[in-house]
């Protein structure tokens, strides 16, 4: 339906990944390498999906990963995303690269909203950004640290999607027919004012941050370890580490100061040829032990997939692309339907496992390939 509904570019950009795409099929694809090891002749009236993440107590242990500029998928983008989230009793991660301002997101979920950190614009923009979080009472600060450089999407060189951004998308010959015969996303994009630049990134003297210029600022703006120091001072809250893949960065984390930390690959989008995230899980639950929370995303499409990182350590998992694709084929509704689907077969893999709820969840559920011990 989000393929029929946005232009290419705009789907591509959702659904690709870096270079050829190998780190990306392989988020999805190594899921497959785990069994189930279920327990039959059991009775369960009801199956618990509750779990308790960063001190938030969730419906079900998923929550919507930070996703760059949903806007551009739907003009409810990152607001009707939060909307869904409450909804649904879990929490909505925002993007820096929001096209919504951060207070309006906060005040449209009924659960829990986190904000996702670059540092674009520099250090007086992300304290001002965090600040804002603070008082407009945002549960948590993830900090992206996977993007010393934006990765190269080749499909957004092919489809024009620097064009789509740009200021003058219209003129641009070659990727008008595209656009035009999709006449209904065409006509909510213009009524929502085109392109808009980032409200969360107010650069002092300048304004907004233009979103052309995010892939510069992006490599202008890597966040380095002794950059934790001056974060946690300024946020004053639990900081989530998102873009561990390795027991180091995983130990480096903690003594950083981090509550939690989130096992991903940037769901295959900067640097490819890195293993899927939940390959990479074991070694970071291994190395923090009980220490603090271990988060996961990259590759989530279905219930199982969740079950299975939660039986290697995950206390929940983020998922990006998947509401996304309900974003962009049906707005809130869509994240709603995305939502529904992932509850359902949560519910249904543990009554098949013979699992009474996802804490009771562990390995003793998986065949593990020896190559992953």
Partial sequence: MARRRVPRAVFDYLDGGAEGEVTLRENCRAFEDLTFRPRHAVALAECDLRTRALGLDLSLPVMLAPVGYSRLMHPGGEVAAARAAGRAGTAYILSTVSGHKLEHVQAASAGPVLYQLYLMGGRAAAEAAIERARVAGFAGLVVTIDTAVAGIRERDHRNGMKELVGPDVLPKVPFVPEILRHPGWLLGFLRDGGIQPLPNVVIPGQGPMPLLDVAAALAASTVTWEDLEWIRAAWRGPIVVKGVLTAEDARRAVDEGAAAISVSNHGGRQLDGVQA????????????????????????????????????????????????????????????????????????????LGCPSVAALDRSYLNVPKSWQ
């Fill in 277 to 352: 995230s939940v390959r990479a899980l074991p070694e970071v639950v291994a190395a923090v032990g009980t220490r603090v929370e271990v988060w996961m995303d990259g590759g989530i499409r279905r219930g199982a997939d969740v079950v299975k990182a939660l039986c290697l350590g995950a206390r929940a998992v983020l998922c990006g692309r998947a509401y996304a694709y309900g974003l962009a084929a049906a707005g809130e509704a869509g994240v709603d339907r995305t939502l529904e689907i992932l509850r359902a077969d949560l519910d249904r893999t543990l009554r098949l």
